[in-house]
């Protein structure tokens, strides 16, 4: 015999009010549109990403960076002088584009009230706004005409006015973040402002300001644009500031617009490379920063 | 010494404040020539030819225009979605590496989407997007035409793609500005998660995630590599979505170097200060809707 009881069935039966029954249905088919639009997000990344290693890797080999490109047709060859361009023009960029962006964020963070302050903080967040490629032209404007013909020093130009914005609020910032007790204690001891704000505040923020300088390096290591009319890129190895060099990303949009299966997949590779340093050096400072943090 | 440091950072400073003057002067100087010749018939001409030396710039601008229009109408709601998600719906386990995630796709350089543009993006809407629309709704004016795969939409896409991390990035910023009396708030009177996000955290966020929508289409205007790549460079309005078109950028990035006289370099240089002012003033005007937000 069945002693069970279904106790269920003596309660009540449970009404849940249509109204409310809605209003959960609507939360449940929100939630589920947003966690969608994650997903449809990461498809594209997610396909970058594998086509890279996949048309990529295959071509991932030593004489990929000690090689010249080659002529159609022929067979190896490399993106050598291009990696070797993009580390120049960008060593050129932070050269000039690093001191400014440190200084203008030090003028900012130490001395920074007032409208001139302000117009400056405006200006560089202007500045962070300009495409790329009205950059590039502003380069050509005041370096390649005058010199008369392309070079790597106006490429490196080019970079360097698209890093001072991002190095002078990062290092403003990251100055900011300094407890005024340790300025105080600096100034307490005798030392003079300049003396205080070099040698105490600066190394303080260092960790910070160095990972600022980092990000606005491994930005505009990618960009194409402006070294267009440049830099404006060169088959043969690097030969000197004043003349033409090429870069990574430059030889990507050559090779990749051309109708060759084997510039192709020196695209494919030249990519791999430069996408890997950019989240290379992104994932350094990311981690550098979280341990400093703690 | 202390004066002497003190004016040397200001040097620095105001080297800053210049830079951004002299790229305006510079360019508005060298594009002085085409302005003189052509005045406003520059901005409503609509033919491009450099060998007669005639320059209307206005199919550049009709694809900067659109291409960038598409690209808003594709991010804004994904973006949305991705910063809500991320801020308001999330386990919070998941967040900041989900996070870290979609910011990669701001990591990644415009070329490289240019690359994967040419050889997955475009025989993908060639096939079905496009393909799709030019076979079922190609009676509309909109979908006429074949599907090449490059084109306008195609355009439109990858530069949603690329401005999709600004727009969930900034939303993010604004929504964390968002006070959690707000949320705590709505939860009390007994709203489910969705009705506190509607209710009473977007309203208040409202003019910031306006903001970060209009960033992204200042950096949507100014993108160009990877649009170069994909939108098939045809100086023609058309009024089909998959009909080839050609950006302000991207008649930049193909010409300007191969620019023989000093009218066409004037010209180019024209269209890139045109590009020029339309982003600043973007770019000021959303900066001023986030900065409202986190002040609040």
């Known amino acids: 015999m069945n002693v069970a009881v279904d106790v269920t069935q003596m309660l009540p039966p449970r009404v849940i009010p249509r109204a409310l029954m809605r209003r959960k249905l609507i939360d449940r088919g929100m939630r589920t549109l947003a966690g969608c639009a994650i997903g449809l997000a990461m498809v594209p990344l997610v396909s970058v990403l594998w086509k890279l290693l996949a048309l990529g890797l295959p071509g991932l080999r030593p004489g990929f960076f000690t090689s010249l490109p080659v002529p159609v047709g022929e067979s190896g060859g490399g993106m050598g002088n291009a990696f070797v361009g993009t580390l120049i023009v960008v060593a050129i960029g932070s050269a000039i584009g690093i001191p400014i962006g440190v200084f203008a964020g030090i003028y900012l963070a130490e001395f920074g009230r007032g409208p001139l302050a302000r117009w400056v903080r405006f200006m560089a967040d202007v500045l962070s706004g300009v495409p790329s490629i009205a950059v590039g032209m502003f380069a050509y404007t005041v370096v390649v005409m005058p010199i008369g013909h392309f070079s790597a020093l106006s490429g490196g130009v080019a970079l360097s006015v698209l890093m001072i914005p991002v190095v002078t609020r990062t290092t403003e910032e990251m100055l900011k973040l300094v407890p005024n007790t340790l300025r105080e204690a600096a100034l307490a001891l005798g030392a003079p402002r300049w003396r205080a704000t070099l040698s105490i505040v600066l190394p303080t923020a260092l960790p910070g300001v160095l990972a600022g300088i980092m990000l606005a390096i491994a930005r505009v290591a990618g960009e194409t644009a402006p070294l267009l009319f440049t830099a404006f890129g060169d088959p043969h190895w690097f030969a000197g500031v004043t003349k033409p060099v090429a870069a990574l990303p430059m030889q990507i949009f050559v090779y990749a617009s051309s109708p060759y299966d084997e510039w192709h997949q020196q695209a494919w590779t030249g990519a791999l490379v430069l996408v890997l340093l950019i989240v290379v050096m992104q994932l350094a400072v990311r981690l550098y920063a979280r341990s400093r943090l703690r | ?296």
């Open chain 2, 1 to 296: 010494m202390d004066r002497i440091f003190r004016h040397s950072t200001r040097i620095f400073a105001l080297m800053v404040i210049a830079l951004a003057v002299a790229i305006f002067a510079g360019l508005l100087h060298a594009a002085m020539p085409a302005v003189k010749q052509f005045g406003f018939r520059f901005i409503t001409g609509r033919t491009w030819d450099p060998v007669e030396q005639n320059f209307g710039a206005l199919p550049f601008l009709f694809g900067t225009i659109v291409s960038s229009a598409l690209a808003l109408l594709i991010a804004t709601p994904v973006g949305l979605g991705v910063a809500i998600f991320l801020n308001e719906l999330a386990p919070r386990r998941v967040r900041a590496p989900l996070a870290f995630v979609i910011d990669l796709l701001a990591a990644i350089p415009s070329v490289v989407y240019g690359l994967w543009g040419i050889f997955t993006l475009v025989p993908f809407m060639r096939e079905h997007p496009s393909g799709w629309l030019a076979r079922h709704l190609g009676w509309i004016p909109l979908f006429r035409g074949p599907s090449y795969g490059v084109g306008m939409l195609t355009g439109g896409v990858i530069l949603a793609i690329m401005i999709l991390p600004t727009i969930s990035s900034i939303s993010r910023e604004v929504l964390s500005a968002v006070p959690n009396t707000q949320r705590e708030g709505a939860l009390a009177l007994g709203s489910t998660r969705w009705e506190m996000v509607r209710h009473a955290v977007l309203p208040y966020a409202k003019s910031g995630i306006f903001g970060a929508v209009v960033l992204g289409l200042g950096r949507a205007l100014g993108e160009t590599m990877a649009v170069t790549m994909v939108i098939g460079n045809r100086p023609e309005i058309s009024a089909s979505l998959l009909a080839p078109s050609y950006t302000m950028a991207s008649v930049l990035a193909n010409e300007f170097a191969e620019a023989t006289t000093d009218l066409y370099v004037s010209a180019l240089v024209e269209i890139g200060l045109l590009l020029f002012v339309v982003t600043i003033l973007v770019n000021i005007g959303a900066r001023l809707m986030v900065r409202k937000v986190k002040q609040a």
